[in-house]
């Protein structure tokens, strides 16, 4: 794999990641740039930055595919609220 080429500012190039991972297909341009860039830019052996950007974006591949899973996944969340969230590191601190 040529990693001097790619697409736009990517180092991989979509071609390449799809003879690979053949669901890159359906990741668009930009979102094909963002994993490549994980995938280049993850410390050399960490194999656990590796895993977790390809689980992550053949996730986002899968919604992608599906036109009723990426409909639902684009809508604006309403509804009731989830709730009071508790900050790290702040003792009783609750912001909702």
């Not at 992608?64 to 590191?89: K, M």
Request: hydrophobic residues 45%.
């Amino acid at each position: 794999m040529d990693l001097s080429s790619g697409l736009g500012s990517s180092p991989l190039g979509e071609s390449e990641l799809v003879a690979v991972l053949p669901w890159v297909r359906h990741l668009d341009a930009g979102q094909v740039d963002e994993f490549a860039a994980e995938l280049t830019e993850a410390p050399c052996g960490d194999t656990g930055a590796v895993h977790r950007a390809i689980v992550s974006w053949r996730a986002t591949a899968r919604v992608n595919a599906d036109p009723e899973q990426l409909r639902c996944a684009l809508q604006a969340l309403t509804g009731d609220p989830l709730g009071p969230v508790r900050l790290p590191g702040a003792a009783g601190a609750v912001r909702g």
